[in-house]
């Protein structure tokens, strides 16, 4: 829950459009009518967007930060970051207990607030080890509070508009990042130690923002706490148990173990937009090198525009299955196109690839809005932190061996390899299917 001192009551209602005053300029009002009308919603995305531009420049320039200016070799970078990321896998579920057992707000701005420190940390970095664990307590506190977070959106939003709202948040992420980039862009440009030293502590100095945004951000008075709780929704047992109990209830839930894993089969499609469509591109096909920017400025758009709609009918968790079901068999369809792309014409061969990427990008919004949707519905209204927290650590798994394991696939295997990704992710997305009716059987038992 919230800190007592702090705690006040959301709206648990959006407000018409109608209710935002349209006076000012053309420009005001198309900005306002962007706008999303649930005002929580709004704070979320403020916070989001901060967030995020500081993300995005420092992805723009962390790798030429860490090489130039710190010093390490490729293989150095590359070993700090793969340890990084297992640090991240295991922070996850002891982040999400934390939420249940002191408050998803509280323990979520001190993860934030640790990360200020932590990134901006970097620039006192002068040894190999010392980068090792730093990068390893960062991407701790990282991967943790992304667990955190998610477990806050149900305390800040009613069960209804959960989905929804992390759609309107991703796409406020995608125009975030891309912000960040191109100011990353001027950085890369200029090119000079102090730049770079400047926009890891921007970066830095984004954090302690949006760790005091977050503290000041209103809590749902009127959602019964887990303590609360029991009934229909509780499966497996006294909510207080779940919450303050040793065992994590998230890891004794069978179904929803099952769903975590294969959600994290179908974010396997990251790493195939990210790594694996680049090193076909330029490695196996004649199509010009732009044409890596151009995938992923067209996976951006189409992320923007659809990400929201992909989420209605997602309510209910059997609609939700197929809806993942759907994004799994088109991830595959994805797949073979771009394995297509050997041997076409340069031109040809960017327009199917560049087609592949469109086709990836609608079924990577689809799988999105299914997943998001199941790792609410089948954890109920009860301890969302630990189940946040697991479901967390399975994204993060993906993440981590992700980029290996489709490198390795697509650049050693070729067509093969390309055909073994999409099988795995059309079966990871139909599979979602009988693993909700599980726990819907599981449900109705208990």
């Given at each position: 829950m919230t800190?007592p001192?702090?705690?006040?009551?959301?709206?648990?209602?959006?407000?018409?459009?109608?209710?935002?005053?349209?006076s000012?300029?053309?420009?005001?009002?198309?900005?306002?009518?962007?706008l999303?009308?649930d005002?929580?919603?709004?704070?979320?995305?403020?916070?989001?967007?901060?967030?995020?531009?500081?993300n995005g420049?420092?992805?723009?320039?962390?790798?030429?930060?860490?090489t130039?200016v710190?010093g390490?070799s490729?293989?150095?970078?590359?070993?700090?970051?793969t340890?990084?990321?297992?640090?991240?896998?295991?922070?996850?579920?002891?982040?999400?207990?934390?939420?249940?057992?002191?408050g998803?707000?509280?323990v979520l701005?001190?993860?934030?607030?640790?990360?200020?420190?932590?990134?901006?940390?970097?620039?006192l970095?002068?040894s190999y080890?010392a980068?090792v664990?730093l990068a390893c307590a960062?991407?701790a506190v990282?991967?943790?509070s992304?667990?955190?977070?998610?477990?806050?959106?149900a305390e800040v939003?009613?069960?209804?508009?959960?989905?929804?709202?992390?759609?309107y948040?991703?796409?406020v992420?995608n125009a975030g990042?891309?912000?960040?980039?191109?100011?990353?862009?001027?950085?890369l440009?200029?090119d000079t130690?102090?730049?770079?030293?400047?926009?890891?502590?921007?970066?830095?100095?984004s954090?302690?923002i949006?760790?005091?945004?977050?503290?000041?951000?209103?809590v749902?008075?009127d959602r019964?706490?887990g303590?609360?709780?029991r009934g229909?929704g509780?499966?497996t047992?006294?909510g207080a148990?779940e919450?303050?109990?040793?065992?994590?209830?998230?890891?004794?839930?069978g179904?929803?173990?099952v769903?975590?894993?294969?959600n994290?089969?179908?974010?396997?499609?990251f790493s195939?937009l990210?790594?694996?469509?680049?090193?076909w591109?330029?490695?196996?096909t004649d199509?010009?090198?732009i044409?890596?920017a151009?995938?992923l400025?067209?996976n951006t758009?189409?992320?923007i525009a659809?990400?929201?709609?992909a989420?209605k009918g997602t309510e209910?968790?059997?609609?939700?299955?197929?809806?993942?079901?759907?994004?799994?068999?088109?991830?595959?369809?994805?797949c073979v196109?771009i394995?297509l792309v050997?041997?076409?014409p340069?031109i040809v061969?960017a327009?199917?690839?560049?087609?592949g990427?469109?086709?990836?990008s609608f079924?990577?919004v689809?799988?999105?809005?299914?997943?998001?949707?199941?790792?609410?519905?089948?954890?109920?209204?009860?301890?969302h932190?630990?189940?946040?927290g697991?479901?967390?650590?399975?994204?993060a798994?993906?993440?981590m061996?992700?980029?290996?394991?489709?490198?390795t696939a697509?650049?050693?295997?070729?067509?093969?390899g390309?055909?073994?990704?999409?099988?795995?992710?059309?079966?990871a997305?139909?599979?979602?299917?009988?693993?909700v009716?599980?726990?819907g059987?599981r449900?109705?038992?208990?």
């Amino acid at each position: 829950m919230t800190t007592p001192s702090a705690e006040t009551s959301a709206p648990s209602s959006a407000v018409p459009e109608s209710a935002v005053p349209e006076s000012g300029g053309g420009l005001a009002r198309a900005v306002r009518r962007r706008l999303h009308p649930d005002p929580t919603v709004r704070r979320l995305a403020a916070i989001t967007l901060v967030n995020t531009v500081g993300n995005g420049l420092s992805l723009a320039v962390s790798v030429l930060f860490f090489t130039r200016v710190l010093g390490l070799s490729a293989a150095q970078l590359g070993f700090g970051m793969t340890a990084a990321g297992l640090c991240g896998v295991v922070a996850s579920v002891p982040a999400g207990r934390a939420a249940d057992r002191w408050g998803a707000r509280r323990v979520l701005v001190a993860l934030i607030s640790l990360e200020a420190v932590g990134t901006a940390g970097y620039a006192l970095v002068h040894s190999y080890p010392a980068f090792v664990a730093l990068a390893c307590a960062v991407a701790a506190v990282d991967r943790g509070s992304t667990a955190v977070r998610n477990a806050l959106y149900a305390e800040v939003l009613p069960a209804d508009r959960r989905v929804a709202g992390r759609a309107y948040l991703r796409v406020v992420t995608n125009a975030g990042i891309c912000a960040g980039t191109a100011l990353g862009a001027i950085a890369l440009q200029v090119d000079t130690r102090p730049v770079y030293l400047t926009a890891i502590l921007v970066n830095a100095a984004s954090f302690v923002i949006v760790a005091g945004m977050f503290h000041r951000l209103p809590v749902l008075a009127d959602r019964p706490s887990g303590r609360q709780e029991r009934g229909a929704g509780d499966r497996t047992g006294d909510g207080a148990e779940e919450r303050t109990g040793r065992s994590n209830p998230a890891l004794r839930d069978g179904p929803f173990l099952v769903v975590t894993v294969l959600n994290a089969l179908l974010g396997l499609q990251f790493s195939v937009l990210e790594v694996g469509v680049p090193l076909w591109i330029v490695k196996e096909t004649d199509a010009p090198r732009i044409t890596v920017a151009g995938t992923l400025i067209v996976n951006t758009v189409l992320v923007i525009a659809l990400q929201v709609r992909a989420t209605k009918g997602t309510e209910d968790p059997a609609t939700a299955a197929r809806v993942c079901g759907r994004a799994g068999v088109i991830l595959a369809g994805a797949c073979v196109v771009i394995a297509l792309v050997h041997g076409l014409p340069p031109i040809v061969a960017a327009v199917v690839v560049l087609g592949g990427v469109a086709l990836q990008s609608f079924g990577e919004v689809l799988g999105q809005a299914g997943g998001w949707a199941l790792s609410y519905d089948l954890a109920g209204e009860r301890a969302h932190g630990a189940y946040q927290g697991v479901y967390n650590a399975g994204t993060a798994a993906a993440l981590m061996i992700g980029p290996a394991l489709v490198s390795t696939a697509v650049i050693g295997y070729g067509l093969l390899g390309w055909a073994v990704l999409g099988a795995v992710l059309a079966a990871a997305g139909l599979a979602m299917g009988p693993a909700v009716r599980w726990a819907g059987r599981r449900e109705r038992n208990a």
